[in-house]
């Protein structure tokens, strides 16, 4: 599985960007997908993830209320609305994702970088104050 992210950039602070993760040729029907991101200097972070065919949805205390994850209706994409952008919220985002759901259950652990298989190379978010 070959993971793609899409939409990063460089937005004012306030503002908002879509990022996307397709897999190549794969459609999310029962995986755990989460966003994670990494600024210069500091530790991967876990920004949310999503259980596909199930919504369930999980956040970093970090970006609830700002940051939406959902799955598309043609299961293809997974995507992550991020409103309200502060400039804490520069960083790589990277999306990951694994085969079925956590071992470990819908939990904070899914937050964690060493639940998933798959990555994506990343996508630059840049917020400017």
């Known amino acids: 599985l070959q993971l793609s992210e899409f939409g990063g950039g460089s937005v004012q602070a306030a503002g908002s960007l879509r990022l996307s993760c397709v897999g190549s040729?794969?459609?999310?029907?029962?995986?755990?997908v989460g966003w994670f991101r990494q600024a210069p200097g500091k530790e991967r972070e876990g920004v949310s993830y999503i259980y596909t065919g199930a919504g369930r949805t999980y956040y970093a205390d970090s970006v609830k209320g700002r940051f939406t994850i959902s799955q598309a209706a043609d299961k293809t994409t997974v995507s992550l609305q991020m409103n309200s952008l502060k400039p804490d919220d520069t960083a790589m985002y990277y999306c990951a994702a694994r085969d079925g759901w956590l071992p470990s259950g819908f939990t904070s652990l899914g937050l964690q970088a060493y639940q998933y298989n798959y990555w994506g190379q990343g996508t630059q978010v840049t917020v400017s104050s």
């Open positions: 040729g794969y459609t999310y029907s029962r995986n755990a």
